[in-house]
Every structure is written in structure tokens, then in C-alpha cells.
């Protein structure tokens, strides 16, 4: 108690603190797009259901990860090597997660431009809740590994780490159910946000071989696409707008 207290008191750990928020805020967002996307998919009763199982999965496997902090720290150790390169746990679990990230996104575009004539016809679900809460979970805990890890390089302080997590997968659970509606109204947000799945997952593959890929210049990419596509909603808006006063 006496060292939350003193904890509570000390400046950097609030600085500490706040910036982790952040961190962990924005690599939330990635999460939440691919739940988002997946989930859209199931049924209209099923959605908001699967969201929150998804994200509760989420909250529970970092939290969980937060308990094994020791051990976490120890994925980043080299397991073995390939063409002089050293893999640890961590960058195979990276590795895995960008590939199933590429192509899960890669599925959806194909499945975009191509959709299957009987599902167009019946406008039924494409996907099934299980299925939908598999995907979920793999994707759940690859960012949930490198939200902790992130967490851990940042501060030594388990009761920050803890705030931090539980603050960001708040802000995942409030945000889940609008940002899917959003995507849902506007098709060509979908499009828009497996291409950021696309990239996503080449950066989760490049970081698991060791190149470290700057995340600045990916959320400047994504804040600047999704403006441009803010832009193109409000034209259409305005031109549907102008048909029906004519």
C-alpha cells in the first residue's frame, strides 16, 4: 500500500503513465478495427455480442500476460536462428499474427470484389460466431503480446502497466459498437481499413524479422488516408444532399 501511495506521488509516474495510455490506446485501434470488421459480418443480433466477448478476451489475455511479466520478458530471447538472423518467441508470434493479418485482409478485398452469389442473394451472415470469435482470439493475442511488451520497455511499474491496459480496452469497449456502425453505413471505410490491415501485418512481419518500422510514419499514413476518406464521405453527403433539395 505504502509504495502505491508513494507511487501516486512521484511526477515521472504519472508521465509514465500517460504516455502508456497513449501507447496502448493506439495499438487498441488496430485491434479494434479487425474486430470490427470481423464481427460485421455476423449476424445483426450476434454483433454487439461478439464485440464485447472479443474485447473482454482482449482485456483478459493482457491482463493475464501482466501476471507472467518475468516470463513475457524472456520472449524476446533468440530461440534459434535463420540465415544468421535470431528469432525469439516474440518475433515468430509477430510473424504469425502479420501473415494471418495479410491474409485475413487480403480474404475480405478478394470476397469485396467477388462476392459469393449465394450470400449476395440471401444477405445472410458470411461467417459464423465461433469462427468470428477464433479469429478474434489469435488476433487478440498477438496484440496483446506486444501491448505488454510495449507496456514492459516503458516502465517497471506493474500497478501503471495494469491502469494502462484497463484504460485502453475501456476506450476499445466504448468505441466498438460506433465505429462498427460507421464502417457498416459507409462500405468504402471497409476497403480503407483492410488496407490498414494489410499494412498492419506487413509491419508485424518485418518487426518479427528484426526491422524496426518506425510507428510514426504508420499512424501518419492511416490518419492521413482516413482524412482523405473523411473528405470523400462529406462530398457524397453533399452532392445526396443538393440531388434530393433539386
Known amino acids: ?93 509477430l510473424i504469425a499474427g502479420g501473415l494471418f493479418l495479410l491474409w485475413k485482409a487480403t480474404k475480405e478485398i478478394h470476397h469485396s470484389l467477388d462476392p459469393d452469389p449465394e450470400e449476395t442473394a440471401g444477405g445472410g451472415a458470411s461467417l459464423g460466431f465461433a469462427a468470428a470469435i477464433g479469429q478474434i482470439l489469435i ?10 511488451i510495449t507496456a514492459v520497455g516503458m516502465t517497471e511499474h506493474v500497478p501503471i502497466m495494469v491502469i494502462a491496459v484497463v484504460t485502453a480496452v475501456t476506450v476499445m469497449l466504448l468505441a466498438a459498437d460506433p465505429l462498427s456502425r460507421f464502417i457498416a453505413a459507409n462500405p ?23 526491422a ?12 492521413f488516408s482516413a482524412g482523405v476518406e473523411v473528405l470523400n464521405i462529406l462530398g457524397r453527403r453533399a452532392k445526396k444532399a443538393k440531388r434530393q433539395a433539386a
Do not use: C
Open 139 to 148: 488476433l487478440d493475442l498477438v496484440f496483446s503480446i506486444d501491448s505488454i
Open 188 to 210: 468504402t471505410v471497409v476497403m480503407l481499413a483492410l488496407g490498414f490491415l494489410i499494412m498492419i501485418g506487413m509491419t508485424l512481419i518485418a518487426e518479427g524479422f528484426g
Open 1 to 93: 500500500m505504502d509504495s502505491l501511495v508513494q507511487l501516486a506521488a512521484d511526477p515521472t509516474a504519472w508521465a509514465a503513465l500517460a504516455t502508456l495510455v497513449v501507447m496502448e490506446v493506439v495499438l487498441g485501434i488496430d485491434n479494434l478495427i479487425f474486430i470490427s470488421i470481423i464481427t460485421n459480418k455476423l449476424p445483426a443480433g450476434q454483433q454487439s455480442r461478439a464485440r464485447r466477448i472479443g474485447i473482454g478476451l482482449a482485456l483478459i489475455l493482457r491482463l493475464a500476460l501482466l501476471g507472467t511479466v518475468a516470463y513475457i520478458v524472456h520472449l524476446t530471447q533468440p530461440v534459434f536462428e535463420i540465415f544468421g538472423k535470431g528469432l525469439s518467441w516474440r518475433d515468430m508470434i
Open 212 to 223: 524496426h518500422v518506425p510507428k510514426g510514419y504508420i499512424y501518419t499514413a492511416m490518419a
